[in-house]
Structures are given as structure tokens and as C-alpha cells.
């Protein structure tokens, strides 16, 4: 259906009855309708009316203005609908369709026209502007709202109206660090990036740019020259004046262009093809003095500014056996404890090497499983240091041992812990002798005494606790494993670890003799009972 007109009618403009499927309305007016004998006003879709579709319909001021009673129906065809006088939507792009959906009644569920226009018979007034760059991805804006170019340099635009639209284009694009697209002109003339321009049918503006690179210039003396936005294709000169000077321990001199192009020459002319980045170099030298007392220092003489300095000497210096110098640290104006010192040169300096005396310390252990807290070493001369022994050293652990006898050499002491004061080469030994066994007192009951270390060759006594209980008492039996005594306190002579073991018995003796005085008191006390009962008296006969 298309092409027709329903205006003031008592009733529905249009109306689809029974199962009116597959149908087409477009291009039809309804205007002004009312619901009347229980119509729906500017279109209804009775019941079972499935798979319509309408667009391209003015629906103006009717009571109702739609209503799709079963809501299986397309109200909007290729992204346009129709235009309904009572749309309150907003139009943002300006393509004379509303942003949001127009709500159609009925159905059981949602019903909405998709793309309503926001004028009447809008599908017949829209246009096309069509924006042309040459470059992809331009940024631009029609009354403010953002677009960009496409892969081919342009985008056309739909237009719903016939006004006058404000279009700026980026002044300035990045396509890569240090290169850009730059804007030039309107091919028709304006000069600005922004312009108004009036709009009323089918319409293309194309805006001129030019590909450009960034060349910087850069140099640590002088005002270099060159340095800016180049358009591709055309000559840069990039230059900076020539100059030398002297100062104390300082002298400088230009030596040429390094970065993305070297070149000897101050002044330098190139086709700008990419971004450039140039920085000018100078033979700015300094004066660095090394001095020391002892050794061979080496590194003096000039160096180029930024440069690498490196300065040695002798980590040491033999004096005497047992002695030397030992180098500290550079001073003056840098600092390092590092006798190859590398450094980066930024002025001049002056560096003087420092050194400290040394003597060495020898520490020796007899027999050498001997434990030491120190080991040899070079000491700083005029050092206390403290030095502590192993009381013991273990030979077969927890059975044998030998003591610590003492120190001898540098200092003689039989103390553990010495001090030596580091004033010449020395050395100090520290010995251990006396040998020691070990004694294991074992016992279930008592109290066993006499475990613990014995010199080698000495009378170790032990003994235990016996007895042990009240009643039923553990008796002291005889002792077994490296010696036998019956007495609980015995001897042995300690030639070897050895291990003594007490044996028991089970003695009931006081038990007994608790039991038989209890049973002597119980038979005293019932033969008292028995001698104090006095004879029954038989009673008197009348």
C-alpha cells in the first residue's frame, strides 16, 4: 500500500484486518484520524496481522497514533522509518533521524519504529556531505558532533536538513612521533580549518593538507638553526655557529652533526623525507691530574668531555715481609675506594691516591681441627683484634675430647678469648692437649651421680641411691657394662669412654613387717574384748 492519504476519519486511517500479512505501506499519509468506533486512529495492525512492514509514512496528530495489537511487525525498513508528529527524541548527528525509538502500543512486547524521522516526509529532504581529506583517519566535527575520515581519506554524511553547519577539521594530525598531517585550505578557498557553511543538497568539501616531519636540532654550545616542522619533500639548512674557547683545564671545539644524518660541516642543507633528529658534538676536553705517593699512577692528560676517564695504581705495596701499603681511596675531586676508578669526565680534576699500613696476621691451630673464630689475615696496623678458641675439640663426638691448652707466639695466655694489637707481622697459635673420656652413669630407680668428662687416666667415682620405695622397695643389685661392683659407690679408672649400668632387685621385707604387726594388734584387741564381757543373770522365779 502506498501513496495514499487518510485524514479526519471517525475511526482508523489505515487499517490492516483478519491475518493481512507480508504487506507494504509506504509513502502514505495519515493525518488527523480519531479512535472513534474503537479504532486505534492513524494505523492499526488487528490480530494475526504478522510481517508487515511500514516505513516512509507520515502519522500526524491523530488520536492514537499506531497500535499493533499482535507486535510482529517491522515498523522501520534499512535504517528508516517514518515520521510521527508526537516524537520527542533528539537528533545529535543531524542525519534527521531520531537517536532513540519511537514507542508503538500493543503487542506483547516491545513495539517501536527504530529510525523515526524528525521532520515530515524526511527520507525526501535528506542529503549526503561528504567531507575529503586525501589522508585516513582525520578528525573532524559537524555542528560539533566528532566523525573521522575513512581508509579512502573521506566520509560522506546523511543530513537532514537544510542549515547552516559549522565543519572543523584537525589543524594538526600524529601519524607517528615527529611526523603529522598539516592542514592548509579548503580547496574552495577559506584559509581556516573551521568553517560555516550553508547546506541544502548533496554536497563536498575537501580540505588540503600536507604530509610534514619534525626535524629537531640540538647542541650543548650556540643557538642552532633548522629546527621545526618541515613540510615532505623540501630543503632544510641546519646550522649553528663555529666556536672555541679556553679556560683553566678546559678547551672546546666543534667536531660535527651525529643523530639521524653526521656531517663535519656547521652548516648543513637536506630533502626532508622522515622526522630528523641532529645534535651537534664538540671536542670539549678537560685536564685530569692523578697523583700518589707510592705506586705508578696512570690516567693523566686530557679527556673528552661525556668521555670515559679511567685512572689507576697499585692495589699494593710490598715494604717488608709481613708488610705492606695497602691502597684506601682516591681524593680530591671525586671520591672512590676503587684503585681502577673509571669516571665520566665533566670538568676538570685533580685526584690524589691515599694509603694505609697493613701488617699480617697468622693464626695457627695444633692439632689443625682446632676451632678459631679468626683466620689469617692483613690487618690495618695499629688494629686490637679479639680472638677466641674452642674450649674443647670433640674427636669422637660425645665420648672424646682434648682441652684447650692455651696461646702462644704474639701473645702467651691459657684464656680462650685474647686481644693482639696489630703494630708488626705476627703470629699466634692455639693449642689443644689434655685428652678427656667420657662417663655414662645408667640407672632405672635412684639417683645416679658421677656422669660427665674425665681426664684420661683419672679414678672416676659414681655411685646410685638404694634403696629406693616404702613399702615394696628396689634394692641396689650390683653395677655391669665397662666395670662390676656390688657397692653402689664404685670407681673406675678413665683410659676410654666407658658406660656403667645398675641393676635391681625386688625387696618385700618392709611389707612383711607392716603386715605382721597388723595382725598382732588385731588379735590383742580381741582377746581384751572377750575378758571384759560380764555372764548373763537368769531371771527369779515368783
Partial sequence: MEGNTATNNDGDGFKL????????????????????????????????????????????????????????????????????SDYTGKDANLDGIG????????????????????????????????????????????????????PDGTLSLRLGYAASYEISVAQDVSISEGSRIHFLEWEDGPPSSVRATHLSSSTTLRASYVRQHFVDVDSRYGTPNGGDWHDEGTTAIVSVGEMVFITDGTRDVFTGWTGDLTHMEASISFVVDSPKSLTAT??????????????????????????????????????????????????????????????????????????????FL???????????????????EGTALTVSANDFLEIVPGLTRIVYAGWSGAVSSRD???????????????????????????????????????????TAAFLVTSPVGILIQEVFLIWSGDITSTSPTATVIMDRPKTVTAMWRIDYTQLAIVVGAVAVAAAAGVLLVSSRRKPTQEPIQP
Fill in 17 to 84: 484486518l483478519g491475518s493481512s500479512s507480508e504487506n507494504i505501506l509506504k509513502d502514505n499519509m495519515a493525518n488527523d484520524n480519531s479512535r472513534g468506533r474503537g479504532g486505534a486512529g492513524g494505523f492499526e495492525l488487528e490480530s494475526f496481522s504478522s510481517n508487515n512492514t511500514l516505513y516512509h509514512n507520515n502519522v500526524i496528530d491523530n488520536t492514537q497514533q499506531a497500535f499493533d495489537r499482535i507486535g510482529d511487525n517491522r515498523w522501520d525498513y534499512k535504517g528508516e522509518g517514518n515520521y510521527w
Fill in 99 to 150: 537517536d532513540t525509538p519511537y514507542a508503538i502500543m500493543g503487542g506483547t512486547g516491545e513495539v517501536v519504529d527504530n529510525f523515526p524521522f524528525m521532520q515530515e516526509s524526511g527520507w525526501l529532504t535528506r542529503f549526503w556531505l561528504t567531507v575529503d581529506t586525501e589522508f585516513p583517519s582525520i578528525p573532524f566535527t559537524v555542528n560539533g558532533t566528532e566523525y573521522e575520515t575513512g
Fill in 282 to 359: 664538540w671536542k670539549l676536553q678537560h685536564l685530569i691530574a692523578v697523583s700518589s705517593q707510592h705506586g705508578s699512577p696512570t690516567g693523566e692528560g686530557w679527556h673528552d668531555e661525556g668521555s670515559t676517564a679511567k685512572v689507576s695504581v697499585e692495589d699494593t705495596m710490598p715494604v717488608i715481609e709481613g708488610t705492606r701499603l695497602k691502597f684506601v681511596e682516591w681524593r680530591g675531586d671525586l671520591m672512590s675506594t676503587s684503585a681502577v676508578f673509571s669516571f665520566t669526565v665533566d670538568g676538570p680534576k685533580s685526584l690524589l691516591a691515599s694509603w694505609k699500613t697493613q701488617h
Fill in 362 to 380: 697468622t693464626i695457627e691451630k695444633s692439632p689443625a681441627e682446632g676451632g678459631v673464630d679468626a683466620s689469617s689475615a692483613w690487618l690495618d
Fill in 416 to 458: 680462650v678469648r685474647i686481644t693482639v694489637t696489630m703494630d708488626a707481622p705476627k703470629t699466634l697459635v692455639a693449642t689443644w692437649r689434655a685428652i678427656q673420656h667420657y662417663l655414662a652413669v645408667e640407672s632405672q630407680f635412684g639417683e645416679p651421680q658421677g656422669e660427665g668428662w674425665h681426664d684420661e687416666g683419672s
